[in-house]
Structures are given as C-alpha cells and as structure tokens.
C-alpha cells in the first residue's frame, strides 16, 4: 500500500500529468519497482558465476520495464527536439517534471541522447520510489512501537498542516520523528540499530 501512495503521489513530478493519468503506464510504474526489486534480491542470493545468467534470464520475462521506456522514449524524443530548438533561438514549450529537470541537468557540451535520459528517469524513479516508501514503512512501524508519539505527531499536523502545504516548512516534530527512525533503520542498511528513540 505505501509503495502504491508513493507511486501515486511521485507520477505527477516524475512524468507529467497525462502520463500520471495513464492506467496501463502507472501500473507498469509500479510493477517496475516490484519486479526489479525480486530480480535484485534473486540474483543477491546466487552464486556470483550464475548471477549474470539468472539476472538475464529473470528480466528477459519481466516486462514493465519495457512498458516504461517505450513509452518514455517518444516524450524525451520531443524534449530532445525542443532543447534543439531552443538553443537555436526558437520558442518551446515549458514543462515542470523530472524528464526536463533531468534533461536541463545534463552536460550542456554532449546533451544526453533521448534514451540515456529516459534510463536516468527509470534510474531516478525506481530509487525515490524505494527509498521513500522503505523510509515510510519504517517510520510507520517505529510509531506503532512508540505509541507515545501519536498523540503530538497527531496535534502537530492538525495544528500546522495547512501551513506546511503552503510553506513546506512547520512540522518539526515530524520532521525529527522521520529523521531518528531513517537514522535508526537506515533504508541501505539490511540490519536496524539497537537504539531506542
């Protein structure tokens, strides 16, 4: 479920609005973290001589990942074109997502190709996706094991929540409460720390 919010909730800045609103794209979204997830934690548990060989057999079956660039290419194909266009003095379009923060980031002397962008997008979108959601499941257990941060976490953003979406600044108690549990678990480490918050 909380992979599912994150998904749902990152599209939007990631993709674009229409893209986020494409059904068959966002499932392919989300099944790519899933699927790359297993393929990754299948190939850790294999001899190193095999992992190469499961690791191809493994995502020659999976598919989301195709789902997602193919349907990504055409859209930095065009990027790729306007960037063109707008060094050479004409008017573009604006747009405000990742695709164009990752391709306005791109080394100005050898721009990235339309393919190399959509792989830095997939690269990007799969990492803010388990990172964010790890962080959160994570912080959701270590609330259930402190129930006595509910009550204050719960004031908190009763209090100042309006002010936060405003602002993006307001919510301490939250802020530290996410930062001692991801210094407690950390989403790279396999093993928690032995310390209590």
């Known amino acids: 479920m909380v992979v599912k919010l994150v998904v749902l909730s990152n599209a939007v800045s990631f993709f674009g609005k229409d893209l986020a609103k494409n059904e068959s794209f966002m499932e392919s979204a989300l099944a790519y973290i899933e699927e790359t997830l297993i393929c ?6 294999v001899p190193r001589l095999l992992a190469p060989i499961i690791g191809g057999i493994i995502s020659s079956r999976l598919k989301s990942h195709e789902i997602i660039f193919n349907t990504l290419l055409p859209i ?10 707008k060094f050479s003095g004409q008017k573009v379009p604006d747009h405000h997502d990742c695709i164009q923060w990752i391709m306005e980031t791109s080394p100005k ?4 190709s339309a393919k190399r962008v959509v792989h830095e997008l997939m690269a ?3 990492g803010s996706v388990h990172a964010l959601s790890t962080t959160i499941t994570f912080a959701i257990h270590d ?15 009763q209090n ?14 939250l802020d530290s409460f996410i930062k ?18």
């Open 40 to 45: 990754a934690e299948i190939v850790r548990l």
């Open 124 to 126: 990007i979108w799969f």
């Open 180 to 197: 001692e549990s991801a210094r407690l678990t950390p989403v790279e480490s396999s093993k928690p720390l032995n310390i209590y918050l």
């Open 109 to 112: 002397r050898d721009p990235w």
């Open 160 to 173: 100042h929540y309006t002010e936060f979406e405003r602002t993006g600044r307001g919510l301490p108690l």
């Open 143 to 157: 609330i259930c094991i402190h129930p006595e941060y509910v009550l204050p976490l719960r004031q908190e953003l």
């Open 76 to 85: 930095a194909e065009q990027r790729c074109l306007e960037r063109d266009l």
